[in-house]
T-cell receptor, first 114, second 112 residues
């Protein structure tokens, strides 16, 4: 299994531009999570899905952030418009049966907004 | 979920056992202890979890005190590749509607 695949690995964009981060979970996993990591705030949960349905989006910082999961094998996290404070590493993770089997994380997308 | 307390950093010599403590004095009876680690620039990696019995797998051992108020993750023979941030998390087993919340963890530095 190729694991959780995220793209792109690195993204540099100008303030005000739209950014889309992509994630392909492990086949068969029914939970998908989006996290953000910065030095100041550590790892923060943004949103997670169960069977493609958003369960908890209370961690999404503001309306500029949106996430979708159109099918079991693909999810996107979109920021529009982007701001310099959105610069962070964004991780996607998936798991089977929720939480007791351990999450598998992707390699992350390092976003820089200039 | 119960709060955990971990030392911010620890050092360990290569080949020696690394013992990482975690305090979770407010843990509830149905909460499990999970350990993850994050090697620089990578996503966190699941290590082990347990309820009250000691657990062992190919990566580590988890020792939970009888009163369950603290636990220790043991890496029996630490290598340089074990240098990472280690997170201790307590949460209800398979609880719908919640997800893992990461604290600041312990930065373990293994040196030769």
């Amino acid at each position: 299994d190729a694991g959780v695949i995220q793209s792109p690995r690195h993204e540099v964009t100008e303030m005000g531009q739209e950014v889309t981060l992509r994630c392909k979970p492990i086949s068969g996993h029914d939970y998908l999570f989006w996290y953000r990591q910065t030095m100041m705030r550590g790892l923060e949960l943004l949103i997670y899905f169960n069977n493609n349905v958003p369960i908890d989006d209370s961690g999404m910082p503001e309306d500029r952030f949106s996430a979708k999961m159109p099918n079991a094998s693909f999810s996107t996290l979109k920021i529009q418009p982007s701001e310099p404070r959105d610069s962070a590493v964004y991780f996607c993770a998936s798991s089977l049966q929720g939480f007791d089997y351990g999450y598998t994380f992707g390699s992350g997308t390092r976003l820089t907004v200039v | 979920d119960a709060k955990t307390t971990q030392p911010p950093s620890m050092d360990c010599a290569e080949g020696r056992a690394a013992n990482l403590p975690c305090n979770h004095s407010t843990i509830s009876g149905n909460e499990y202890v999970y350990w993850y680690r994050q090697i620089h620039s990578q996503g966190p990696q699941y290590i082990i979890h347990g309820l009250k019995n000691n657990e062992t797998n190919e990566m580590a051992s988890l020792i939970i005190t009888e009163d369950r108020k603290s636990s220790t993750l043991i890496l029996p023979h630490a290598t340089l590749r074990d240098t990472a941030v280690y997170y201790c998390i307590v949460r209800v087993y398979n609880q719908a509607g919640t997800a893992l919340i990461f604290g600041k963890g312990t930065t373990l530095s293994v040196s030769s």
